[in-house]
């Protein structure tokens, strides 16, 4: 049989998937995840679909963990946070802090009820439902950390809940398919690439909606001597995380389509937008191309490295 010229970088990939399975296998296999398609899980589930049918597949270790539904709801598959994870946590002012804080959680929560009720079309939003969920995201649950511990699993469960509820009761998405959609670490707060994220024709998650709502309260204070000025974070990230930004920023990447542009000011941000590249390379079907725009500064072999170690 005569060699042929490629026509495509599709081919090629078949050609290396195909001849290559050995040396490859390690590769595939170290991805450890599966993606559901219609609802069903197999074994060897196509990594994306979108115009080209084509491409790798991921084979995860377990199929009976990577198979079973999600413990955030079903079709929130997508979403990446660590639960039932009991590292080291500790402070042990939580509890009068939490005390302190109940009235003002209470006050926020009304105040987002609120806000999201006003900015939803008339009657879409049920009054009761929407109330319990945002209490259960922003006040029954306190304290705990970031990422470990029974509080942390409760309130990224109760505050998935709330925004499942609010998408699911708009039916309107969060972005639009049309949308030029871009990615920055908001958790940079100086950050150079926010400019050149948010402006112009692209749309960042702060351009979001909910996402500034959501904003607007997690950034409140409040007083834990009412005769005193001092002013404390409400949701500060140490003593009262909450992943409510998170949460909508994986949303977003789920949510969005065509080309997605990620602006990268340090290699570390890398580590910081893991979840939301995951959601937007894998779980997306949608999405047809990633760029990644880097600052100066930043070394593109660096980049590349730690965008394969990450994913």
């Not at 049918?53 to 979403?79: A, H």
């Not at 990446?80 to 509890?95: A, R, T, Y």
């Not at 930004?245 to 969005?256: D, G, H, P, R, T």
């Amino acid at each position: 049989m005569k060699n042929r010229p490629l026509k495509s970088t599709t081919e090629l990939t078949k050609l290396l998937m195909s001849t290559c399975a050995t040396t490859l296998r390690l590769q595939r296999r170290g991805l450890s995840l599966s993606v559901r398609e219609d609802g069903i899980c197999s074994k060897q589930s196509r990594l994306r679909g979108g115009k080209n049918t084509g491409g790798p597949q991921i084979i995860p270790y377990n199929v009976e963990d990577v198979c079973r539904s999600s413990e955030l709801g079903k079709g929130n598959e997508f979403l990446s946070f660590q639960l039932h994870h009991f590292g080291f946590c500790l402070n042990f002012k939580q509890k009068k802090r939490c005390e302190r804080s109940l009235e003002a959680r209470q006050a926020e929560a009304l105040k987002l009820w609120t806000q999201m009720s006003s900015t939803a079309s008339k009657n879409t939003l049920p009054t009761t439902e929407m109330k319990h969920a945002i209490v259960g995201c922003l006040v029954e649950v306190c304290g705990g950390c970031s990422g470990s511990g029974s509080k942390w699993d409760k309130r990224v469960t109760a505050c998935v809940e709330l925004v499942s509820k609010y998408i699911s009761h708009t039916r309107k998405p969060l972005v639009k398919k049309t949308d030029k959609i871009s990615v920055f670490n908001t958790e940079n707060i100086p950050s150079a690439a926010h400019g050149l994220a948010c402006n112009g024709d692209f749309k960042c998650v702060e351009n979001v909606q909910l996402y500034s709502m959501f904003q607007t309260t997690i950034n409140s204070k409040y007083k834990p001597e009412p005769n005193n000025s001092i002013e404390e974070a409400l949701f500060d990230g140490h003593d009262n995380p909450s992943p409510l930004l998170e949460i909508v920023e994986q949303f977003v990447a789920k949510q969005a389509a065509g080309n997605v542009s990620v602006y990268i000011e340090s290699v570390r941000d890398i580590s910081a937008l893991r979840n939301i590249l995951k959601v937007l390379m894998i779980y997306n079907r949608d999405i047809e191309c990633v760029t990644f725009l880097t600052l100066k500064g930043v070394r593109k072999d660096k980049l590349a490295s730690a965008i394969q170690r990450k994913n």
